[in-house]
């Protein structure tokens, strides 16, 4: 029976036989013990399915794996300690040094990190495209040694719609796999895999977690890139793995699951950027109820964007939801059912009256996270884009008044009086 996204979200990834616990075990345990050393080898060769060390993998880890998996219709999937391993993992996977990678640059400030600076000192190069970028543009960014596409469904904060259809659709006819970070969005309002995005990753740290308990990501792979069709670029998937007796993953595998099997047995051995069993439990709770948190992050968000969009003190409103955003139409064919509770806008006055405002405010608080239950907010100039000149933040999109909020579950009517209190501060 194929079930509905709302009982994926309640019940998939661990179904308990008669007697055993209702809820996850949380398996709080380094080891694994088995009689016989036979019984250890055949694990070792990957020969029979099994625990032996939490560094690589954890039955609870699994578990809550598979729900995320079953959201993302995917067939294979993994949690990792962060959503910044997520994303590292799911590109170093495919990439080695001498390899490139097309990236869509609106990504969020970590990642953008992660691949201009960090990767590159590993050899891996990375072009970036504005996510409008035209055909001739992206056409220009491939090379003979790109080996992925990577972009994000909703830009954190850019607020930028990927159109993941012709993301793919570009990275198909080069031979390469296209990554989307569905961070924003959530299984709950897009599915990248349904638009031809072949990995799908989280970090699981924001929505999905959503009360701002537990660090976490997750790769989801759907289980569709024939590595094998392109097995020229991918050795690390389609040639023997000398580190792991010889195994091709790819031919051992298949398209379904060589992809997490070999991230698990290469990357988390020796990267070792688990989750913690602890933390995939409280992750657990929060996917429980992100069907029902979704749409009201989505109905908050949607209600400041229009309450600031008539405000005499506001410069601009970037909501992709909100019609007359330059990514309306985008957000309508991707998120018809909303997008997320983040919204970003700048204020008039600059540096000077953001920051007064957003003293001012009562309920939301000042915070660098997002996608908590608790509205809060951020304004980069004054936070994280810190160093930088007025003229520099204007030329980089983030204008010095630019306040990000997201917006949480309260009531939407407390949210907008408390920003209408604070805003007459200004
Ligand atoms: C926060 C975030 C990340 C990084 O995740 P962490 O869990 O903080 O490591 C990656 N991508 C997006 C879109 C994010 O919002």
Redesign the pocket.
Known sequence: MALNLDTLCVQAGYTPASGEPRQIPIIQSTTFKYATSEDMGRLFDLEAEGYFYSRLQNPTNDMVAAKICALEGGTSAMLT???????FFALFNICQAGDHIVSESG??G??FNLLSVTMAKMGIEVTFVSPDADDEELEKAFRPNTKCVFG?T???PALTVLDIERFAAFAHKHGVPLIV?N??ATPVNCRPGEWGADIV??????YMDGHGAA???AIVDMGRFDWMASADKFPGLCTPDESYHGIVYAQRFGKEKAFITKCTCQLMRDFGSVQSPQSAFILNLGLESLHVRMPRHCENGLAMAEFLSGHEKIESVNYPSLPGSKYYRLAQKYLPKGSCGVVSFEIKGGRAAAERFMKALRLAAIETH??DARTCCLCPAASTHRQMTDEQLASAGVPAGMVRMSCGLESSSDLIEDVKQALEAV
Request: glycine content about 18%.
């Open positions: 300690g962060s959503g910044m391993a997520a994303n990504i969020y970590g990642t994000e909703i830009a954190n970070d961070t924003f990753t989280h970090s699981t740290t924001k660090v976490g990501g997002v996608a």
